[in-house]
Nanobody, 129 residues
Framework: QVQLVESGGGLVQAGGSTRLSCEASGRDASGRGVSRRTLAWFRQAPGKEREFVAAYSASNHDTQYGDSVRGRFAISRDFAKNTISLRMNNLRPEDTAAYFC?????????????????WGQGTQVTVSS
């Protein structure tokens, strides 16, 4: 079973920075490990749909960002440690949300929520104005 555990987040002032990390482990039913899966960050604010934030592919080191965070957030991946991180800069109150780490069966980047079959428990980021 694939497991994803997020860490980081908390309360940050607007304009500030913070970093999230996600440790991935395990294998899926077919025996495929997390190194062959694209890993991503999504977020969800109260009353809103889950939103794509950033992803890092397993196949070609491709990255992709959501429109609202492009240029402010940076995703990185350590294949040796099976971790991904999200550096969040110039935070805004509208970035306040629960942030989730997710893994998809695809080695290529996808921004579609339903393509991700494993999810972490989430970590809260609150940006104060």
């Amino acid at each position: 079973q694939v497991q994803l555990v997020e860490s980081g987040g908390g309360l940050v002032q607007a304009g500030g920075s913070t970093r999230l990390s996600c440790e991935a482990s395990g294998r899926d039913a077919s025996g495929r490990g997390v190194s062959r899966r694209t890993l991503a960050w999504f977020r969800q604010a109260p009353g809103k749909e889950r939103e794509f934030v950033a992803a890092y592919s397993a196949s070609n080191h491709d990255t992709q960002y959501g429109d609202s965070v492009r240029g402010r957030f940076a995703i990185s991946r350590d294949f040796a440690k099976n971790t991904i991180s999200l550096r969040m800069n110039n935070l805004r109150p509208e970035d306040t949300a629960a942030y989730f780490c997710a893994a998809t069966w695809s080695p290529m980047v996808t921004t579609v929520v339903k393509d991700y079959d494993y999810w972490g428990q989430g970590t809260q980021v609150t940006v104060s104005s």
